[in-house]
């Protein structure tokens, strides 16, 4: 079958049923949220036939060229040669390119995608761990020192704050370090944002320490992203905004926790680990080199 390349976009009317099928087969979202919040950001490889998506692949180009991808190929679909085909697909338009590198997420790290990746020379670069915490029944109170104190999220206030800082935290990271504003306010237009469920701990003079965003939806409760700032590491900020979130989506009546974090942040690992948390599943990248 031949794969065609079209605008992301393109894709919509049919993404979110292709996506909802893959992720019931196979447990694990097939595209990130980055991907679902920015179609319009990407290019959509498709192969379809009798008016059927079979098999979809999205990608992008990072900013040092490396074109990065996620692909998918329908339950319905599967064992015909169509991921190969897809990632030939993207092999060529990289090569088009002259990009650096092509590097591919697999979600849920399922063995078909192992398979494909080995076979066509790419490494496996990058561990991506969901975490989950069954809430325990009580959830000990965070505790502060004099004038500090957990509030709500205010955009007019805090968004400009919370990007800096959010850069700082994740300086190091290739996705959530390069939130702007625009993302910000993508990510707040979703229906499951609620301000109060966005936690900032801020010192007595009103500057923000740190910060813990939940994402709370029917499905899960989620521990979207935590961070503390560089100044204020090693005095415990972590732990209590942790314990306020926990304590919120105790509130939301969930009796779950999860949340996502690199393999290699060995330090938030740790702490993840020391509260109770266990693997749910895990997400890997693949890169091979031009």
């Not at 019931?24 to 679902?36: H, I, V, Y």
């Not at 993508?186 to 009103?206: N, P, T, Y």
Request: overall charge negative.
């Amino acid at each position: 079958m031949t794969v065609k390349a079209v605008h992301g976009e393109l894709v919509r009317p049919r993404f979110t049923e292709f996506a909802e099928a893959v992720a019931l087969a196979d447990g694990a979202a097939p595209f990130n949220e980055d991907t679902t919040l920015n179609l319009a950001d990407r290019t959509a490889h498709l192969i379809e036939a009798e008016g059927e998506l079979r098999a979809l692949a999205l990608s992008h180009a990072l900013e040092d060229g490396t074109i990065e991808a996620e692909l998918a190929v329908h339950p319905q679909w599967r064992a015909q040669g169509l991921g190969a085909e897809l990632l030939g697909a993207l092999q060529d338009a990289a090569a088009a390119a002259d990009a650096p590198a092509l590097q591919l997420w697999a979600h849920g790290n399922h063995p078909g995608g192992r398979q494909l990746a080995g076979a066509a020379g790419f490494a496996l670069v990058r561990t991506l761990y969901q975490l989950e915490l069954p809430l325990p029944e009580t959830i000990e109170a965070p505790e502060f020192r004099e004038g500090e104190r957990i509030r709500p999220f205010d955009r007019e206030r805090d968004g400009a704050a919370w990007v800096e800082l959010n850069a700082k935290v994740f300086a190091d990271h290739p996705e959530q370090g390069r939130l702007g504003l625009d993302d910000l306010d993508a990510r707040i237009a979703q229906d499951w944002f609620d301000a109060a469920d966005f936690l900032v701990l801020e010192s007595a003079g009103g500057e923000m320490l740190g910060y813990n965003w939940l994402k709370i939806t029917p499905e899960e409760a989620e521990i979207y992203v935590i961070g503390v700032a560089e100044k204020a590491a090693g005095r415990g900020y972590g732990t209590a905004l942790m314990q306020a979130g926990l304590a919120r989506i105790r509130e939301h009546g969930a009796g779950c926790a999860v949340l996502y974090v690199d393999g290699e942040n060995e330090r938030a690992v740790a702490l993840y680990r020391r509260l109770g948390f266990v693997d749910r599943t895990v997400d890997v990248q693949y890169r091979r080199a031009r």
